[in-house]
């Protein structure tokens, strides 16, 4: 028989899967059996690659999606956990292209903070998942506005800034949070780098944008030399010990190999222009990033043929600039045939307003559905995950969300999560303290 | 003395005196052309803010006020119409917590007790920042001190009319307001030199010590006026001191306190302070922990101008919640929402749209958070702030629901003027064709702008 939950009955779900383990109402998974089979019948699917289907359903089990359709022609298997969304909408589980999630807690307190090495400019080595703390109080705070998947990038303050992972925002630790360690390599070329004015004082090399740029090649020519010398080692005929390893150069490796994308931070078109004749001259597979203030070069931008994810909205225009130059950005790289993600830096740089960015450009000429993309499909493919993230397709992982609404409206409310086919407790440290205080807003009320 | 007491109503007058004795001449830019004496909006749906959303409705502007609003207006055949059929017509957004246009001059962080600043002094009425204020439909804004001081200084009040001269923009008449902080910002500015204040004990302190200060002197003025009274002609005169006379005026009542505050046993301490001098507290500014007291707030009448969903920046901002707003309100707490930034400051509008997802507000309960609650802690409710037949016409024309993620601001008029049309070619202004400033962006903002 289905055990059918209504939506005011999603708390009582979520009540009684926490007898079943109390854990399940804090921010952490500690419960290993495996989620049951789940339903979702009732609501309007946005699957991203095959329309709007009113009244849908979506069935999950063991983690993954195994049926999408309309209600009339789409099996309901009959052990399934109903959760029936009529009037809501549903979609999949948002992927923010570039976030801190783990790396900071509070920004001002510096012991919370592992957001850039900033000894060096050319730090390939550092990988964030060394520092990835799984148990953030910011992640349940991002997941339940439906964010359920990430890139989790160093802080953009140097060349070469270290290499992403890619999370999941549900597990019980970070073993299963990481979906993808080092994932691609954090490089950024602009102003923001250079060490001039900074406590260090200007004497230390570089302080212009020339010198970031020789010291960006004077490294991948070191890698290239460096993996030569090792070839070279590798074969039988070589004399002597071998050389010693190079962490930092051998970290470059697979990117000069283009095995693994670069993610090249230019803020300005000539940052951008630069940054990307570097990337040509060794190969390197590009994802543009922070692209800004670059509506003078937006053919350009197209001819690369690189996906870009697009610098914050918010960003304020030039004094010289409209008011909506900054706000207008995707659509006007959308309309050339570039490939956009976007993501939560930028504003507050707080994650779970990563929809309402894509809905403001909606405003400014974005069709719906690319905008929408943007925050889903596009970000997984540009970072591999294309098979198994991104929309509501069989056999993808079975990362959904069910609002009350268009999930790019800032009115919205997400009602349920749901990652790896969990029903995920819709708790965070802040609706505990909502929870907490309520009594005085109802005590008022009566 | 004169620093003090005008304010910027002082301005104004001296303003009047410049255009009595000759030109304008110092006028920067000048408006081309004057406003039409009337104008009508029609077919809009309009948001009045305080008598609820009217479909198909006219506004009618006359000589610069609200004239008439609702379905059967009887706006003159001479008036200019403005047909805005599927469009959303509400008052113009207001800022209540901004420091755009002061450059770097937000903070005199070298005293904790500042009180005769007068950010007047460092306004830039060709800030980039006002004009993209006003391209998202704000059309007053409270130019406040920052937050490195206990007591910081004296506001200054805008009306958004970008393009026209610093004192044409000078909203007439507002009431002054002070800038009080507390919390972390003093204590880190004033704590990393090994001055005092270094924790709240010592912030605290130095308010109460600045008050006895001015109390002492304003009794030294009134010992003097006695004797003059009683007819003494040897009595000597205390000395004028502006930092004394600024607080004794905040003694008087003359000025509204904007109090930069954020944790929950901040505003209990705060609310005693003001019992104990005699002065009243106008709003807690940020007030992210105000849904813990909120019951306990209310009866003070003290209103908060908040954030929306910021959270988790600094210690004292570790127990937000977006609820907090919509909270407040419910345990009876006059709520605004707040930019304290030159990014938010141009979508404050989805800032309040967000109100309804957390905690569930109307409509109109959103609305009222940047309209005519963030009037009335500036002072201003009276004249702006809702559609009401005469009040001042600040008005925007909206593409959608203002409160949603797709609204854009097409036409924003202050005082029944279009100062911004978004139909227009370049910037979509309609009195300003001069050099805009960066008045900076990072210096815009309590946290980054505390002196450091």
Request: proline content about 5%; charged content about 20%.
């Amino acid at each position: 028989m289905n055990q059918r939950v209504t939506l005011a009955g999603f708390l009582w779900l979520c009540f009684s899967l926490s007898q079943t383990s109390l854990a399940q109402t804090g921010p952490n998974n500690t419960d290993t059996t495996p989620a049951g089979t789940i339903a979702i019948i009732g609501g309007k699917l946005l699957t991203i690659t095959h329309g709007t289907i009113e009244n849908g359903v979506v069935v999950m089990s063991a983690g993954k999606i195994i049926a999408v359709g309309p209600a009339a022609s789409t099996n309901v298997p009959k052990d399934a956990h109903i959760f029936d969304a009529k009037g809501m909408t549903v979609y999949p589980g948002l992927f923010d292209a570039e976030t801190r999630l783990g790396l900071t807690e509070v920004e001002a307190d510096a012991n919370s903070n592992d957001l850039i090495e900033t000894s060096d400019e050319i730090m390939p080595h550092m990988h964030v998942a060394d520092a990835f703390h799984a148990e953030s109080v910011r992640i349940p705070v991002a997941r339940l506005n439906g964010i359920t998947n990430a890139i989790v990038a160093p802080a953009s303050e140097d060349s070469i800034a270290g290499q992403d992972a890619a999370i999941q925002l549900y597990g019980r630790d970070r073993d299963a949070m990481l979906i993808r360690r080092d994932i691609a390599l954090a490089m950024n070329f602009d102003g923001s780098v250079r060490r001039k004015g900074s406590d260090d004082g200007s004497s230390k090399f570089p302080t212009t944008r020339m010198g970031l740029a020789s010291q960006i090649r004077q490294a991948f020519l070191d890698a290239q030399s460096y993996e030569a010398e090792m070839q070279a080692a590798a074969k039988p005929d070589h004399k002597g010990n071998p050389p010693k390893r190079d962490l930092k150069l051998e970290a470059l490796l697979p990117y000069l190999k283009g095995e693994k994308p670069v993610v090249l931070g230019a803020t300005e078109g000539y940052e951008v222009e630069v940054a990307m004749e570097i990337a040509k001259e060794f190969k390197l597979k590009v994802i543009l990033n922070h692209v800004t203030h670059a509506q003078n070069i937006l053919d350009e931008i197209a001819s690369y043929h690189v996906p870009v994810i697009v610098g914050p909205i918010y960003d304020a225009p030039l004094p010289s600039e409209r008011y909506d130059a900054v706000y207008s950005l995707p659509a006007e790289l959308q309309k050339r045939g570039v490939k956009i993600a976007f993501s939560s830096l930028g504003g507050s740089g707080d994650n779970r307003n990563l929809p309402y960015a894509a809905g403001y450009s909606v405003a400014y000429g974005l069709p719906y559905d690319e905008a929408l993309k943007a925050i889903t499909l596009n970000p997984a493919e540009m970072f591999g995950f294309g098979d198994s993230l991104g929309s509501l397709d069989v056999g993808k992982t079975a990362n959904v969300v069910i609002a009350n609404g268009d999930p790019l409206d800032v009115r919205t409310s997400v009602k349920q999560v749901f990652i790896n086919g969990e029903a995920i407790p819709m708790v965070s440290r802040q609706t505990q303290l909502r929870d907490q205080y309520m009594p005085l807003t109802d005590n008022k009320k009566n | 003395m004169c620093l003090i007491a005008f304010a910027q109503r002082g301005c104004l007058n001296l303003f009047a005196v410049i255009a009595l004795a000759g030109p304008p001449c110092l006028v920067g830019q000048v408006s081309e052309g004057n406003p039409p004496a009337d104008l009508a909006i029609k077919n809009a749906t309009v948001m009045t803010v305080t008598h609820g959303t009217i479909d198909h409705a006219t506004v009618w502007i006359h000589n610069g006020k609200i004239a008439g609003v609702g379905t059967s207006v009887d706006s003159p055949a001479s008036a200019t119409v403005v047909d805005a059929n599927g469009k959303y017509v509400t008052p113009g957004i207001i800022d209540p917590h901004s420091h755009s246009a002061l450059g770097d001059d937000v903070n005199e962080a070298t005293s904790p007790v500042t009180p005769s600043m007068m950010m007047i002094d460092a306004f830039d009425n060709t800030d980039k920042a006002l004009y993209q204020a006003l391209a998202g439909g704000v059309t007053t804004e409270l130019l406040l001190h920052g937050s490195a001081n206990m007591i910081g200084g004296q506001a200054v009040v805008i009306k958004n009319k970008f393009g026209l001269s610093r004192d044409q923009m000078l909203f007439p008449n507002a009431p002054r307001s002070i800038k009080f902080a507390s919390g972390e910002n003093p204590k880190r500015v004033y704590g990393r030199r090994n001055e005092l204040p270094s924790t709240r004990m010592g912030n605290f302190e130095v308010m109460r010590q600045a008050f006895e200060d001015a109390k002492a002197y304003m009794a030294s003025w009134d010992a003097y006026n006695t004797k003059v009274a009683a007819g003494d002609k040897e009595a000597v005169a205390p000395k004028k001191d502006l930092k004394l006379e600024a607080l004794a005026d905040v003694l008087r009542g003359k000025m509204y306190v904007q109090i930069h505050c954020y944790r929950a046993d901040e505003f209990l301490t705060e609310e005693a302070i003001a019992k104990e001098y005699g002065y009243k507290v106008r709003a807690f500014h940020h007030a992210l922990e105000m849904y813990k007291v909120g019951d306990k707030i209310a009866p003070t009448g003290t209103g908060i101008a908040t954030f929306a969903d910021w959270w988790g920046f600094k210690d004292e901002a570790w127990d937000a919640i977006p609820w907090n707003a919509v909270m407040s309100m419910r345990e009876g707490v006059r709520v605004a929402l707040k930019s304290d930034s030159n990014d938010y400051v141009r979508r404050l509008n989805q800032e309040a749209g967000k109100m309804i997802q957390y905690g569930g507000a109307t409509e109109e309960e959103a609305l009222k958070m940047i309209t005519l609650n963030a009037a009335w802690i500036i002072g201003v409710d009276d004249r702006v702030g809702s559609i009401d037949v005469g009040k001042d016409a600040d008005i925007v024309i909206w593409n959608a629901d203002p409160l949603s993620t797709y609204a854009r601001a097409e036409k924003v008029y202050v005082d029944g003027d279009l100062f911004f049309d978004s139909s227009l070619p370049g910037l979509g202004t309609t009195h300003f064709h001069g050099v805009m400033h960066d008045a900076g962006f990072s210096g815009a903002d309590d946290e980054v702008g505390d002196g450091q």
